[in-house]
């Protein structure tokens, strides 16, 4: 299990190959990329990423150990960044590898349900109008209760 | 104990991190002393359903108790991922 | 939409990172990758996966463009192998991208159930006890059921 | 019309295509005639159950008819992915 917070952009590719090649009697791999969309108006300059150091960490860890033991997994990464990013960056990537399929999906989902609305993230969105901190969605809270 | 606020809490608030002395039983009632300092408090804390609370960053509610705690945080809903 | 079926080896990682890399507008990339699962003997020596051309290609652009459409998927990505892999080889993956999380994996959930079940691969467990046609799963067929 | 065997149908049959000249009506007919010919197919169509059938590439049902098809191939359930 590995879990990383990070300002430093990472290569999603190079995570994924690595994070494969190393699962041994595992059949199956998830792996969820969270990009930096623009606006419906395209105009976005930047988005950026406040936490609150040490929680996020500790928050993290929990959520993927919660995951792990759950679904019987052999191995979980997750890995998210903060301060500046442009649009079309990474933001965040999460993989999770298990014998059969549906326990990967399964905990890749629950991972970013969590990872959601339980770890303390907030991201803004900078355009020529002004600066604007995204407000969080009903549906992700609501997506928790299915857990 | 030290008391955080982050993103638009911090923002209203005009800082990221205060010390607080304070004999507050839990966190309702730290909110009250602190909204009773200035406009800017009673700003960031009108609607304490938009706030969430950790404690020891715990998420926590806002009737957790305060005994012994080091470091009580506010902000928004949260928005990773 | 892309589909891909071959008997050489790709690069999951670099598919995974060019493939995220090329999304605009799309919030969320899921992938699945398919390993090569040693048997609970250990003494995996291959698996040899057959398919039917022709079929193949067109029962998986048929289940990808049924994935793309239904789940207005910004992009699709289908790969998979054929022929004698060993064990650990990724054999298929595919990737899915959405403007919003919940999209993408609920579709790339139905590319593997519908792959799983409707596409025309057999898989054999080539070990020193002989080799064994890997055999249906009644909960693949059943997972078909929920879409 | 061509017939194609997969998986262990084409090794209990002995070979992956053949071409038949058929009458046959239905795919349910043309596997009556093969079963007729030799022990090793009455083998292989021996329980249609764990059997599934495609006609020109499409998966399809055992009532299927045949009138101007080009290729019919029968296979055991696949496990790919």
Known sequence: ????????????GAECGAFAARQEGQGAVVTFAGIVR???????QAMEIEHYPGMTERALARIAEEAQTRWGLGDVLVIHRHGRLAPGEVIMMVATAAPHRASAFAAAEFLMDYLKSRAPFWKREITARGADWVAARDEDEAALGRW | ????????????????????????????????????REERYAMAFADLS????????????????????????????MTGG
């Not at chain 2, 008391?3 to 966190?27: C, S």
């Not at chain 2, 969430?52 to 902000?75: N, Y």
């Open chain 2, 1 to 36: 104990m030290d008391v955080l606020y982050f993103a638009w809490v911090r923002e209203r608030i005009g800082l990221p991190k205060e010390r607080v002395e304070t004999e507050a039983a839990t966190v309702a009632d730290l909110v009250e002393e602190l909204r009773a």
């Open chain 1, 1 to 12: 299990m590995r879990v990383r917070v990070q300002e430093a952009a990472f290569d999603y």
């Open chain 1, 38 to 44: 623009d606006t419906a108006q395209g105009d976005l």
């Open chain 2, 50 to 77: 938009a706030l969430r609370v950790a404690v020891d960053q715990e998420l926590a509610d806002f009737d957790a108790p305060l005994a012994g705690v080091r470091e009580v945080a506010f902000f928004p809903p």
